[in-house]
Every structure is written in structure tokens, then in C-alpha cells.
């Protein structure tokens, strides 16, 4: 209901191009040049912030919004969610299968047009923002976390990370990221797997990387449900936390809403 009275409320700013441009949100395209999001707002409530989520291979934006769980989940918190679409049908970011000369800033720009277009649009605080994905959703949020850290407040991949391995270094400041996986995923093991002309990475050899490149050292353990994280933290307070569950290539609500929990801990969200 809320959806539809925002989006009845923009097609009442005129009958232009620019109204029409307005009138977007869980149901319809928010158009950005030829590119496009859709966002899902609270129900009850202005949103406290927004989770901009990547989808996988050959996902949408319009099929992200069909989750109503987690929709539900995040109105719940005050959140709004923010679903991308990638360039093609997947994100186009170094070492991708069928892009080899990709840099990943294509994809990046979007993501930037797309959190101003929202904050412009809907009131959504850029400063509480929280950078998410699935598969190679997770492949595009650690390209994110690398190139943008300063740009989200935290960031959480499931069952993806980067093509090949680590990149060379990242930008600073370090950031606060949950990486979680399935001991037993086929799709995205954890140590990776050929695709094509490329393969996947090696996430231990990720963490390994990142743990290193931004000073973070042991913090202890933790267990959730089904999760089983080993946590380290950077001298500035920035979290890397890495749960493993016994299930395959798996994405769960619950997941999110913990890595959610956990950032707030830590005061980055």
C-alpha cells in the first residue's frame, strides 16, 4: 500500500517525462540513463537507512523484490531495500567470464547514480548504508568493499567473492564486512572453481588478503543458528567476520539480519 500511494503521489508531480520518471518503486522500475533499480520502502515508517543488494547470475532487480521475506524482514527495521540490476546478466567486474578487459568502474558508477538517485528521491541517508549479495551479487559487494569502502557503511557477501583472487590492493579505510558460506556449496566452493576462461576464488586465500591488508587479527568466535563465524577486527574497529553453514550455495534472510546485527555491534551501522 505505501509503494503504491509514493508512487501515485510521483505521477502527480506531472505529467512530463520527469513525473513519469518519478513514479517507480517495488513494482516498477526506477530508470537511471538505460539502466534501472527498484526499492522497496518500510511500511510503516521513513527509512533509518537501506540495504542495496546485488543479485546473482542472471538475477533482477524485479526478481530480488519477489523475496517477501526479505522485504518484510528489512521493513521491519526501519530499512528500505534497494535492488540492483548489473549490466548484463551478470556484473561486468575484473576477471568475469566473457569480460576480460573489465574494470568493474561501469558497474561502480551505476552504484553510485543509483544510492543519489535514491537519496534524492526517497530521503534515503547515504550515511547508513549497507552494501549486500548473493553469489555473484557477492562477487560484485567485495568489488564494492575493495574499490568504495568509504562509500557504505558496512558490506555482506553470501556465497561469493573475487574472480581468481585478491586484487593487488584495495582503498582505504579498510571496510567492515561479513562474508558467509556454505561448507558444502557445489556452485561457489570455497576454494573456487574453473568457469570458462576464468574461476572463482579461493575465499580463505580472500580473507586471508583482506585480513592482512587492513591489520585485522583474531577477535574471537561466534555461533548463530546454523552459523559458525570466526571473527577478527581491525585497530580502528572495523569487523571481518567469516561464518560458515553446513548447507550449499544458499541465500536466507536470517543471514542478512545477522550480519545486520553484527555490524550494528560493532557501531558501523
Not at 530521503?123 to 574499490?147: K, Q, Y
Request: glycine share 12%; with cysteine; aromatic share 8%.
Amino acid at each position: 500500500m505505501r509503494q503504491a500511494i509514493i508512487g501515485a503521489v510521483f505521477w502527480a508531480l506531472g505529467p512530463g517525462p520527469e513525473g513519469a520518471a518519478l513514479a517507480c518503486g517495488a513494482d516498477s522500475d526506477c530508470r537511471l540513463g538505460a539502466r534501472h533499480y527498484r526499492i522497496a520502502l518500510p511500511e510503516a515508517a521513513a527509512p533509518r537507512g537501506a540495504v542495496v543488494y546485488a543479485h546473482g547470475y542472471r538475477g533482477t532487480a524485479a526478481g530480488v523484490m519477489r523475496n517477501t521475506a526479505l522485504r518484510r524482514a528489512l521493513s521491519e527495521q526501519g530499512l528500505a531495500l534497494i535492488a540492483l540490476k548489473s549490466l548484463t546478466d551478470d556484473w561486468v567486474i575484473p576477471h568475469a567470464p566473457g569480460h576480460p578487459d573489465a574494470t568493474g568502474q561501469e558497474e561502480i558508477a551505476h552504484v553510485r547514480a543509483v544510492v543519489a538517485d535514491a537519496a534524492r528521491r526517497f530521503g534515503i541517508d547515504e550515511r547508513r548504508l549497507v552494501a549486500a549479495g548473493f553469489s555473484s551479487g557477492g562477487m560484485m559487494v567485495w568489488t564494492l568493499a575493495c574499490a568504495r569502502p568509504g562509500q557504505f557503511a558496512g558490506f555482506i557477501a553470501v556465497a561469493g567473492t573475487f574472480w581468481q583472487g585478491p586484487p593487488e590492493t584495495c582503498a582505504r579505510p579498510p571496510a567492515s564486512l561479513v562474508h558467509i558460506h556454505g561448507t558444502s556449496d557445489p556452485t561457489v566452493p570455497l576454494s573456487g572453481r574453473a568457469i570458462r576462461e576464468t574461476w572463482q576464488g579461493d575465499v580463505r586465500a580472500v580473507l586471508t588478503f583482506y585480513s592482512r591488508f587492513g591489520g585485522f587479527e583474531a577477535a574471537g568466535s561466534l555461533e548463530r543458528g546454523d552459523l559458525s563465524c570466526t571473527l577478527r577486527r581491525s585497530p580502528a574497529g572495523a569487523i571481518l567476520d567469516f561464518c560458515l553453514h553446513p548447507g550449499g550455495h544458499s541465500f536466507r534472510s536470517a543471514y542478512l539480519l545477522f550480519a545486520l546485527d553484527r555490524l550494528r555491534a560493532a557501531g558501523r551501522f
